[in-house]
């Protein structure tokens, strides 16, 4: 029952950190800027199923523009729920209202909600469902629904949104006339599941468990492939197929290839890969629980752990994005990992970086180990915040690790297919379902912390009420400080993460001498210790700035510079010299990193100093055109010619800082290594 | 007229080399073995225009498996014909004088002649120019009949096809009711043109130069590019495309994008790129010679020398092989150059890197410039002559530069879609032409000689003969003896290309003080030095073995092993031990390289031996599984970590001489740098 959006509740950001900073920011920025997007662009007004000019607009095959509205209005209001129980605000609470009713009104009769086939295309229903991301909205809905019911406390919105999954139930299925499909876009299967713990609801979990189950079977539609059946049943020519999709018939494409616990590696879609995973792990929670055992749960956990390994090892950048290929939005070959597009590929959407964190923190309570929250804070810090500005009402989709002329480091106020925004502002609103999972029963509790800031959490076991404050200036210092109040009859263990980064280094204040890192990477202090020490400090180790290294396979021959769970990068803004978005800049990991503390715009942060140099083409800059294809290699010479370096001073921020202080939009993450031929 | 197609002829290989063996194994086993395949294919019979069960075959959109059909028996006559001359075989006549039959008698009434739209599709003659490949079949039909008049002295061929010529040119041009496209895939361009020197035919150079200069003309069809005019006529939805388009519309796969003119650089499909780019040299070539001056010459040549330059030092592997992109066959963005497709592309395919031979042969005659003679014979022995095998009986059609699990370096007796093995026959059966060009008038004469190996050349000028003996054991060694016999009465100027690799380094003996490399790489013997020495020895420098490495930008960090034109290779037949595809095989530029003549099956060569070691993955062996995307470099540690490698003596053989020994299929061009990491 430990999802990040059951969590939050029990949360409170109660001090200034990073993270409430970020918070604020888009309680105060994102919701009303979002807001007033969703009305400039007419998706405010979609439920009220009018004609829309958008719909008219060309579109290329076969997603119309508007197709994704449905989602954006529900991932709006699920991010509102969540800061308005925190914060009150009239606007806001109008614009649901008005919202929640217009999509009551929109439902058709036996139970239908979904603008596009009643406005636009009411005859071609169910039609596409490998395409058409009719399910993917329906699961937006539901979870829009359970925010909506958890602020509201009533079922204006739940009403319709069951009704619909009532249809969905008979729909969708293993029955004679059921349809055997499961969604192209993943997302209502993990929403189908949180609705399952909200409401009990069983219907839910039999869908989402059929559409896991399901997937990728090779004749499950009279023999054929589910998408391949549709696909004859619509007449489509089998060569037919969205622009994004790199072959006809790449089922891969949607991870429909083969069945989930065939597959061998992570590919396709890197957003639909996490949201399948991350259901997948919700079931598992719930084999755990008992209340739904899960038939071969070894079989699903050993698949979980393949695919995660392959890529968060062969197939994610340093900064916690994934999916290097552009046309598919998706994970490439083993160890492919270019940083921009000038140098072949990188995509690191913003929502897939969110996805890797909700499956991250599912697999948390699947199994507990620090590699599962070491990822999750690394996407957090990184591949995601770079996502918004300091403001919160601009923002990036894709995340280049280094920019170009024509991929510039720069940030837009709204995107057309506009998944990210809102996604980062449900991520933000309930953030606090991230930093910890705790329980308990039968005399004892727990509470297991993943990520550390300054935050308090209240729950209650066998009608005690459990409290734990930690405070600390994380990231840029390693120092946290806990509070617990439990009652003496309680017996509470609590489990504190060491960063892989912090290599087992960390001091525990009072200290105990029996108190360990344990294989799962969190020290674990016993209710022996925690009744005899209410507050205790823990400072993790190593957190100075060090150097970092994607997989020698990837042929990059780069070094990065990163500093506690933050991945720096380096700006023309502070390095106004550049030219060449950095592609020559070169440093050594002998070299010696200072730190400065900085502030931007009110924000704190730590900056770091480091000399490098600008490589010299030498010879390759005097070559005549046109002649050959490569060049002699003088025996011995500098591999980076350093005699002709031009030595440097630079300058680097937070990754997430990227693209806030103006300048060119140039910005690279990982730097030229500055190395020479050896014997 | 310098066409290595019209030049053969007068050259013959007359002695022992390297070229003349390759020739020597085409004719005795290719010519043969593709005749063969010719007849288990089904193709030997498609002009009897029967009904063949391919016909009925599943095919991805829109082209059928038969479509180059008529294009495999075109290059198969051509290439027969160049070989027949200089050998007879009755069993050859015989197959060629059927099939040219066949021809005749499958042309209908109006002169159309293709095969697939006789018998399969009748209604749908021009129907797609874009992608069906109609008129890329009757290019090779008119150089197969241009072959076939020189070899035989009969028009049984030409007949056909000039009436065919006729018919095109009716139904393509800028008149009213005349259809304004060109070619998908080009090559009538350059076969048209063949045409017009090879029988003075007006028509065919007009309607050449009416191909190239409307080509990406966005408003030539009833205001749009004739590519989109022709998806509105056949109704194809706009997205529908050839599984091979990155994406729908994106006609720079065809290069039409824009008109050539305005092409920056070179983009697409690699072979379509080099086919019409020779036919755009053609046309400068026919411009020179007064014949048919070409509007904007200077621009059209800045035109060639800009995607040339492009394509050369950004987008060309030092094998010669062009075309990083499987998915399109072409060519990636600027310096995106990886080994092999496991480290994310390579297609390198045989005939891309014939078409740049083809394109360098013209543009040698439009401005004598080493460097198009370089790149030349670059391609020659590496990307081109690595794909086929010592017998001249087996294939390959993509040249990798690394192999992997998924794409061993393995080969092929022949191709669903076969264009390659057919198109080395031709190119080595007209490869006396590619060796030199010559010419003269007023007493005057020359020879420019590109490439060095055994062989004669016989030319009137004047009605004197002018006869030049080249004699080397290249590409082993750098002497080649010349012994020229000319007429007092003409002056006979000779030019001598000094290779890029040779830096300028040459001796002539008899010497002459004056005689220098001049600036367009060649040394120029002028009459009064031929005169006097009719027999003299030119000693190429620099023909020890050396490194050479790709562009910085391309991210490769690695170094190759080449001696003179070659460009070696590690293969698991000598070097056993491998397993890994030699991804961790690491060299240095310092490492000394020792020679060593050897021979496999009678072909003499010269292998290399060098020690090397392998890359010891350090920490990263170590690592726990799903983790963290990258690890920490602990400061200055070795790059590649010399003090765990594991030495390594290395053997390399020619890359041309790579997939002929059985073993495991592993293979690779560039090895890891050996560096260690400095301040």
């Known amino acids: 029952m430990s999802n990040p959006q059951f969590l939050f509740r029990q949360t409170s950001f109660n001090g200034p950190s990073l993270l409430s900073d970020r918070r604020e920011k888009v309680r105060r920025g994102t919701v009303k800027a979002q807001l007033q997007q969703l009305h400039e662009t007419g998706r405010y007004d979609c439920f009220k199923l009018q004609w829309h000019p958008t719909y008219d607009e060309e579109y290329p095959w076969p997603v119309p523009k508007s197709l994704f509205w449905d989602s954006d209005i529900a991932k709006w209001i699920e991010g509102a729920c969540y800061f308005l129980s925190e914060d009150y605000d009239p606007e ?10 217009d999509i009551r009104a929109a439902q058709r009769e036996d139970g239908y909600l979904n603008v596009y086939y009643t406005v636009v295309a009411p005859k071609e229903r169910w039609s596409n469902i490998r395409d058409m991301h009719e399910l993917y909205n329906a699961g937006h809905l539901i979870e829009a629904a359970i925010a909506h019911r958890e602020y509201y406390r009533n079922d204006l919105l739940m009403e319709p949104i069951e009704s619909y999954v009532q249809l969905l139930s008979k729909v969708f299925g293993p029955g004679k006339d059921q349809r055997h499909a499961y969604p192209g876009h993943p997302e209502i299967e993990l929403a189908l599941l949180r609705l399952y713990k909200a409401t009990g609801d069983q219907a839910a979990y039999n869908l989402a468990r059929y559409f896991i189950e399901e997937r990728g079977n090779a004749t499950g539609q009279d023999g054929l492939l589910y998408y391949d059946w549709e696909e004859k049943q619509r007449g489509d020519p089998h060569w037919l197929r969205p622009n994004h999709y790199p072959e006809a018939g790449s089922h891969w494409y949607n991870q429909a290839h083969v069945p989930i616990l065939e597959q061998s590696s992570i590919e396709g879609h890197a957003v639909r890969a996490m949201y399948l995973l991350t259901a997948v792990a919700d079931l598992l929670c719930l084999d755990k629980t008992g209340s739904n055992p899960l038939p071969e749960s070894p079989q699903w956990y050993a698949a979980l752990r393949r695919l995660w390994n392959n890529m968060v090892d062969k197939k994610m950048y340093l900064t916690g994005g994934i999916g290097a290929m552009k046309q598919w939005e998706g994970f ?21 970086s969110i996805g890797v964190m909700m499956l991250a923190e599912r697999l948390l309570e699947v199994e507990l180990n620090s590699r599962y929250a070491d990822v999750m804070e690394l996407c957090l810090y990184n591949g995601v915040m ?39 502002m449900r991520l933000f609103g ?49 120092r946290v400080r806990f509070d617990v109040q439990t009652p003496p009859t309680l017996k509470t263990t609590i489990r504190l993460r060491v960063p892989g980064w912090a290599k087992g280094r960390f001091t525990l204040e009072p200290s105990c001498e029996s108190v360990k890192v344990n294989e799962t990477g969190y020290v674990v202090l016993h209710a022996c210790y925690v009744t005899e020490h209410p507050t205790f400090t823990l400072q993790i180790g190593g957190m100075e700035p060090r150097f970092v290294e994607p997989h020698p396979y990837t042929n990059q021959n780069t070094l990065a510079v990163a500093r506690g769970p933050l991945i720096y990068c380096v700006e023309d803004a502070d390095n106004s010299w550049v030219v060449d978005h950095f592609k020559n800049t070169a440093i050594s990991s002998s070299a010696k990193i200072t730190e400065e503390k900085h502030e931007l715009d009110g924000n704190p942060f730590v900056l770091l100093h480091l000399s490098g140099s600008e490589r010299c083409l030498g010879a390759w800059h005097d070559k005549r055109e046109g002649t050959e294809p490569g060049a002699e290699v003088v025996p011995s010479p500098a591999a980076v010619d350093i005699a002709d370096d031009v030595p440097r001073d630079l300058v680097f921020v937070p990754y997430y800082l990227r693209a806030n202080r103006g300048g060119r939009g140039q910005m690279r993450v990982g730097l030229l290594r500055k190395t020479k031929d050896c014997c």
């Open 92 to 101: 806001v609470d109008a614009a649901i209202r008005e919202l929640v009713s």
């Open 430 to 478: 309930s953030l606090g379902g991230y930093l910890w999972d705790y329980g308990g029963g039968n005399g004892e509790s727990f509470v297991n912390v993943h990520l550390y800031t300054t935050a308090k959490v209240d729950f209650s076991i066998d009608r005690h009420t459990v409290t734990l404050q930690q405070t600390s200036n994380w990231p840029w210092e390693g």
């Open 386 to 424: 770079t996502a918004m500005n300091l403001s919160g009402t601009a923002f990036t989709y894709i995340n280049q690790l280094a920019s170009s002329d024509k991929d510039k480091s720069l940030r837009c106020d709204w995107f057309e297919v506009s998944c990210c925004p809102p996604n980062l």
């Open 332 to 352: 490439g070959a083993d160890y492919f990992l270019p940083q921009g597009t000038d140098e072949g590929g990188c995509y690191a959407e913003t929502c897939a």
